[in-house]
């Protein structure tokens, strides 16, 4: 080890973070180089100095008067229940600035302005990728935009109101309120098809088997996506979500119905065939069916309409 | 789960060539009841328990870490008024956030994490206002006694050695002033509360490498603004 590196060593060993190898090679220069052991007893003497100096406590005083200054911010701050936290977590940045109180967003608005500043000011200095940015600002997750600058006048103060997209994770039981509001979310998902297809066949598998499917938001979901969704592959799932409730629920039969008539593709008509058979005396269904029976591209699902008109007692 | 009655002591191994002042890390409960073992397991509960949005947890979460933290800014910012400041921004993050919190670390370095950008922003916005902190302030503005935490029989008993210790306090400070924001975050948590470079990069989402560095140069810039005291 020479001189150079033993220098740069020597304040790592003092405080024992050099690895046992590099211990070795250190204590063998030093037992040899008297610059290097000025240098050690130098740092040794620095940390006895400041051994020997009275050390900042917080008084049991201030303790006791943070914690209560913080028990008040935190009464101050709107109770949540866990629909209105999933909506927070999708608008966290927004949300946060609006429900802070008032001192600790100014401060941390100003805090963060002066931040963003800086860091953007290096960023553009050292041509850095955007990446950077957050790096300057505390806080998870990225920048979205800035949806506003003001500067407050004659000063070097300004206010910067900004969105963050924050990723966050959450995990518990498909029964769980939380994970089906986020997976009704998720089933409209048009930037990623996968987890559109994944959110509905999670919540169709629920409904198929029936737990917890009476309420409005799953079924309507599932409605959605079968009317909507580009990917048959998702309208297939929700359909097979739909089929429990076809008979109760005049809604889900007539978006079964609608599916029937105007869905492009032959398997999910002929799957929202096969759902219609516990209502096949339904008038409306039977209107339906007679269209289909003559107006359908596909041989099959003629064929099979036909068959169900014909097996019918009201069928003409 | 009971909130108040946690007790955790905390003790660093001394390790060979370390500092001859092994920073001691005793959190108590206001409270004082009878002291609860305090396991990784049972924290992994109440950070579950706060994310779902027990108050309750997430106090017992505080209990565990706010006098480190109100440590740490009381000697980064040497003002008790911006140390609760910074105590209390810290908190209410923590709880704005924790639904973010997914366990890829420890919650104390989460923790330290926000407490320890905060500080640095403060840091950095007196170093640009050209602000000089020498001495320490406390809540009232006025300045306070170093040596305020020490018994007066101490002080009476060798007056002129305490005197030697006050200044020696006052002239650290003004060292330790002079650092680079980042160098004096990384010297404070290495010297003073003996963290490891590794969990310090961490904190500051920065390599060990450059910790190492870091720590390297404020060492020099303290030696030499000392160098007179031997």
Known sequence: MDCELAQQKIALFAYGELPDDQCHLLEGHLATCKRCQEEFSAVQALQQAM???PTLEPSANLLAQARLRLEE???TMPRSGWLMRVQQSMFRGVAMLGRAPVAASALLVLG?????????QSALRSHRPPAELPAAI????????????????????????????????????LDDPQIRELLLVGAQSQVNPGV??????????ECEAGHQCSDGPLRNALLVALRYDKNAGVRLQALKGLKPYVAEDMRVRDGVLEALMNDEDATVRSHAIELLQP?????????VLHTVASEDDNPHIRTVSHEILDESPQSQ | MTTDALRFTSHRPMKAGSSAWAPQRTI????GMASEAWGRATETELIREAQKGSRTAFEALVRQYDQPVLRLALRLTGSEQDAQDIHQEAFLKAYRYLANFRFECSFYTWIYRIVTNLCLDHLRRRKSRREEQSVVVDSSGGEMDLLSNISDERAMANPERELERKLLGERIQEALGRLTPRERMVFELKHYQGLRLRTIGEMLNTTEET????LFRATRKLRTNLATLR
Do not use: C, M
């Open chain 1, 138 to 173: 505390a806080g998870p997750g990225t920048i979205a935009n800035v949806s506003s600058i003001v500067r407050e006048p004659n000063t070097e103060n300004v206010e910067v109101h900004f969105n963050r997209l924050v990723p966050e994770t959450t995990q518990g039981s």
């Open chain 2, 211 to 214: 910790a190492k560095n870091t």
């Open chain 1, 196 to 205: 559109a297809q994944n959110s509905v066949s999670l919540l169709a598998g």
């Open chain 1, 112 to 120: 963060l302005a002066s931040g963003s500043w800086a860091g953007y």
């Open chain 1, 51 to 53: 051994a020997l100096a």
């Open chain 2, 28 to 31: 108590q409960s206001s409270s």
């Open chain 1, 73 to 75: 911010a935190l009464d």
């Open chain 1, 279 to 287: 209502v096949e005396a339904d008038s409306s269904v039977q209107e």
